[in-house]
Each structure stands twice: as structure tokens, then as C-alpha cells.
């Protein structure tokens, strides 16, 4: 489940921006923008009380009943596949986003306690983003950016295949722009139980054409996810030893094409 939610605390207004050097004669030019903030894996206790206050402070905006549970860590924040990213602000250090990804390498997503993916699906590596929270005001979109795109790179880092999220509307329609598709085209809105019965769309993306397809479809953030580096995003290092690479020979080939 995703609620995009955002919490009252300030943060900067702007990036900074520097042509970074092309590697090979042929290779697609890059550059390099540096952010206001920092996104990076939660290392321990402390990051994590900093990525549930945010959390916490985000819900409790537009779920105040729903926040109320999440005044603490959950056990999902410490389950094996599970790893929780942190924005924090470069001028203090206050969290300014979260986000959760669990893969299905040890049991399947939390959305699958209300709905039966496909077969086809189930068979495949997968991640689903839970828990985004964000801080308001202008800034707040880019952190919801920035976030969206280490889950991009920490699923191409660990062999995900397919991002899988589900969105309340009208946190919906932000994944409609990014091109994710509905799993259950059709169905509209189906309430999770771990989501407090709220209705969400569930919906993926295809992690290995997305370069490709949002290429062809001239996508606005096609430069900032793919020829965009960005060195505050630190997904490397003290990564939890519990969250292998995902082998594709954990999960039986499968020809059958996401149903369009």
C-alpha cells in the first residue's frame, strides 16, 4: 500500500545542478545534480525512529485515525526483503521522506493478504513500496521524487523485474503518469485490509523496458531517472545482509506478457 502523505516540516527550495564528464565517445551524455537532502538505507535504530516520525507526521494529515498506528516501528520495517529508505535534509539532518520495499524473496508482498496476483506474476521478482511518507510544502514533491527513483534503482540493483504499489486516490493518478499499469484492469478500487479496508488501485511497472518506454512516450522525467546521476542517492554500503540479490533462478521463466 502507498498513501502518499506529507508532514508540515520545512525544507529547501532548490537543487544545484553540474555537467558531469561522458565516460566513452559514444555514450549518452549524463549529468550530475546534487540535491538539497540525502536518500539512503535505514542503517539502525536511530534512522529508523527518524523514518516512523515522518511517517507518522505525513498519515496523520490525511489519516489522523490511520496514523495512529504508526507511532512506532511495525514488524515489517525488520522482516527479511524489507529495507526502508530515508531522506533526510543536508542542512540538518531532520527527515524530510520514507519509503518501505519489500521483495518477495522470503514471503509474499503485504498486498497479497487481500488480493491474488496473477500466477504469472506471483512467479516473478517483486517489490512493493509501502509507507511513503513526505514532508509538505513545494519541496515535498521533489523528496516524493527522488524517492520514486532510488525504489527504481534498488529494484534494478537486486534483479527486481516488476515495482508493484498501491494507490488511494488521488495518489493514483501520480502512478498513472509514471506509466505504471493496473494489475486488475477494470476492477477499479479494491479495499485492503491492511490498508484499514481504504480502496486502492494495485498496479506495477515494468522495471527492465521502463527506459525504453518512457523514451518513446517523450516522458518528462525520463532525463532525471535515467541520464540524471544523482550521488545523494546512496543505496551501496551498509546494506541489511538480509536482502539478497534477487537470482533469477529463484523464479521459473515465464513467457507470458503482461496482459495489456
Known amino acids: 500500500m502507498i498513501h502518499q502523505t506529507t508532514s508540515t516540516v520545512s525544507q529547501p527550495d532548490r537543487i544545484k545542478t553540474l555537467l558531469s564528464r561522458v565516460g566513452a565517445p559514444n555514450a549518452t551524455a549524463m549529468t ?31 489519516l ?6 504508526l507511532k512506532s516501528a511495525e514488524t515489517a520495517d525488520a522482516e527479511n526483503g524489507v529495507v526502508v529508505l530515508l531522506a533526510e535534509s543536508k542542512l540538518d539532518g531532520s527527515p524530510l521522506g520514507t519509503m518501505r520495499i519489500q521483495t518477495n524473496q522470503f514471503k509474499p508482498l503485504c498486498l497479497e493478504q487481500s488480493v491474488e496476483l496473477p500466477a504469472w506474476l506471483k512467479r516473478r521478482p517483486l517489490a512493493e513500496a509501502t509507507r511513503l511518507g513526505v514532508t509538505d510544502g513545494k519541496g515535498g514533491r521533489l ?18 523485474e516488476w515495482m508493484v504499489v498501491a494507490g488511494r486516490a488521488p495518489v493514483d493518478r501520480m502512478y498513472d503518469r509514471l506509466m505504471f499499469e493496473d494489475v486488475f ?6 479495499p485492503l ?6 480502496p486502492h488501485r494495485v498496479m506495477l511497472f515494468d522495471v527492465n523496458t521502463a527506459e525504453d ?48
Open 64 to 69: 489522523p485515525d490511520f496514523a495512529e498506528t
Open 213 to 260: 518506454r518512457w523514451a518513446q512516450a517523450k516522458h518528462p522525467l525520463f532525463g532525471f531517472m535515467c541520464h540524471t546521476h544523482h550521488p545523494d542517492i546512496n543505496l551501496g554500503g551498509q546494506r541489511r545482509q538480509n536482502v539478497p540479490h534477487m537470482a533469477m533462478s529463484a523464479f521459473p521463466a515465464q513467457g507470458t506478457a503482461f496482459p495489456m
Open 143 to 160: 523528496v516524493t521524487t527522488v524517492l520514486f527513483k532510488a525504489f527504481f534503482q534498488y529494484c534494478q540493483q537486486t534483479g527486481i
Open 185 to 190: 484492469p477494470g476492477m477499479g478500487y479494491i
Open 32 to 62: 550530475e545534480e546534487l540535491l538539497p537532502f540525502t536518500v539512503r538505507l535505514v542503517r539502525d535504530q536511530d534512522d529508523l525512529s527518524k523514518a516512523v516520525q515522518i511517517r507518522h507526521s505525513a498519515y496523520a494529515r490525511h
Open 193 to 198: 485490509a491492511h490498508a484499514g479496508n481504504l
